[in-house]
Nanobody, 118 residues
Framework: EVQLVETGGGLVQAGGSLRLSCKASGFAFDAYAIGWFRQAPGKGREGISC???????DYSDFAKGRFTISRDNAKNTVYLQMNSLKPEDTAVYYC????????????WGQGTQVTVSS
């Protein structure tokens, strides 16, 4: 059974940091790209970053310089380090898998809530 489980969300003050984890199981993790997305209340889903099977990374413009994606294939886990958090970063954060970063994501985790207070 394919699973993606996000953890690490929570409440943090503006300017603070959080590290999200996406733990994968049930598929050949090192052969897939993993992306991070978020959805704020009343808004559509927004792509943040992606790491390919060979650990290349890509970021949306708003994430560059503040967010860092990494993967540990030995632990079947992808991380999203988020620094200098802003209230507008408040959202549910999801990870998802795809064959390649730019392709369709075919499985999603349940999400983890990140709330940034001002």
């Amino acid at each position: 059974e394919v699973q993606l489980v996000e953890t690490g969300g929570g409440l943090v003050q503006a300017g603070g940091s959080l590290r999200l984890s996406c733990k994968a199981s049930g598929f050949a993790f090192d052969a897939y790209a993993i992306g991070w997305f978020r959805q704020a209340p009343g808004k559509g889903r927004e792509g943040i970053s992606c790491t390919s099977s060979d650990s290349r990374t890509d970021y949306s413009d708003f994430a560059k310089g503040r967010f860092t994606i990494s993967r540990d294939n030995a632990k079947n886990t992808v991380y999203l380090q988020m620094n200098s958090l802003k209230p507008e970063d408040t959202a549910v954060y999801y990870c998802a898998k795809a064959e390649i970063c730019a392709y369709e994501y075919d499985f999603w985790g349940q999400g983890t809530q990140v709330t940034v207070s001002s």
